[in-house]
């Protein structure tokens, strides 16, 4: 009689590997060319004296804001591009942190945001007291299927599972981040008023 091997969503010969997605790059790429090129576009009229400087200026501040953060984006996306998360029968290593090893490991959880573009999680809770690692995997090109089933197969337990505290945690992280949006949007109507 043939007995039926367990089916995995992920190759379970050697290690699972996610690797950083090129996604982002791209656009912050983009971002900043446009960006610049709006920048560009309100300067040149203004030291031509062509337009005011009443009106260029809220322009060329805010546009400056806006490209100074697309830049850094940009340069963090460089510098962390060759990114990986290792699972393997050792444990998880993320980049080229030390490994956090299966027995150190009290549970994993996959949490994800709200909104059109949410946040994903890998959270990491280790043996002796609330100490969470957090991976945001966003940037990473992964399949959550493929991830669980390889927490599982390497740690050979059931290390993969939520609880309720952790819905209030999120839940509050998700308020405080209302919050401060509810404070940013009428500081910016504000100034935008102010300046025009």
């Known amino acids: 009689m043939k007995q039926n091997k367990p089916q ?6 050697g290690q699972y590997v996610i690797r950083r997605g090129k996604f982002n790059l791209l656009i912050y ?20 004296n062509d337009i005011t400087s009443n009106t260029a200026i809220p322009y060329i501040i805010i546009l400056a804001i806006l490209l100074a953060i697309s830049i850094a984006l940009l340069r963090m996306e460089i510098k962390e591009r060759n990114s990986t998360i290792t699972i393997d029968s050792n444990g998880i290593t993320v980049d080229t942190e030390e490994r956090i090893k299966w027995n150190n490991i009290q549970r994993c959880f996959y949490s994800t945001g709200f909104g059109k573009n949410p946040d994903h999680w890998l959270n990491i809770e280790l043996k002796g007291g609330n100490i969470r690692k957090q991976v945001r995997l966003n940037a990473y090109t992964f399949n959550e299927r493929k991830l669980i089933d390889a927490i599982v197969f390497y740690s050979k337990r059931e290390l993969f599972y939520r609880t309720e505290q952790d819905e209030k945690e999120e839940l509050k ?5 209302l919050y401060i949006l509810l404070i940013i949007i009428p500081l910016m109507c504000l100034l935008m008023y102010l300046l025009t």
Not at 8 to 13: G, K, L, Q, R, V
Not at 29 to 48: E, R, Y
């Open 173 to 177: 992280f998700l308020l405080k981040v």
């Open 29 to 48: 790429a983009i971002l900043s060319i446009l960006l610049g090129w709006g920048l560009a576009d309100v300067i040149i009229p203004f030291l031509t």
């Open 8 to 13: 995995h969503y992920f190759n379970p010969s």
